[in-house]
């Protein structure tokens, strides 16, 4: 679905159709029609295992808390 930027107005596109806007509003297919469809259906057989490891927000924050300690902390030259 194409949508409205506020600094391009509509000439950017988005979605898996190109929506021609002189010709009644057709659809074309983009290549990313294709892919989407494999990813689809190669993904929605395959869940998550269960033994898949979850990080709680606990274990998140966590991580952030050392991100910003390593991009505060002073590089070799």
């Known amino acids: 679905m194409?949508?409205?930027?506020?600094g391009?107005?509509?000439?950017?596109?988005?979605?898996?159709?190109?929506?021609?806007?002189?010709n009644d509003l057709k659809r074309y297919p983009k290549k990313?029609?294709?892919?989407?469809?494999?990813?689809?259906?190669?993904d929605s057989h395959s869940p998550i295992p269960h033994t898949?490891?979850?990080?709680t927000s606990?274990?998140?924050?966590?991580i952030e808390d050392s991100l910003v300690r390593d991009a505060k902390r002073p590089r070799n030259a």
């Not at 606990?58 to 966590?62: I, L, Y």
């Open 58 to 62: 606990n274990e998140t924050s966590k």
């Open 8 to 22: 391009s107005g509509y000439a950017v596109r988005f979605g898996l159709y190109y929506v021609d806007y002189k």
């Open 32 to 42: 990313s029609v294709k892919w989407f469809k494999q990813f689809l259906r190669r």
């Open 2 to 6: 194409d949508n409205f930027e506020w």
């Open 52 to 55: 898949y490891p979850l990080i």
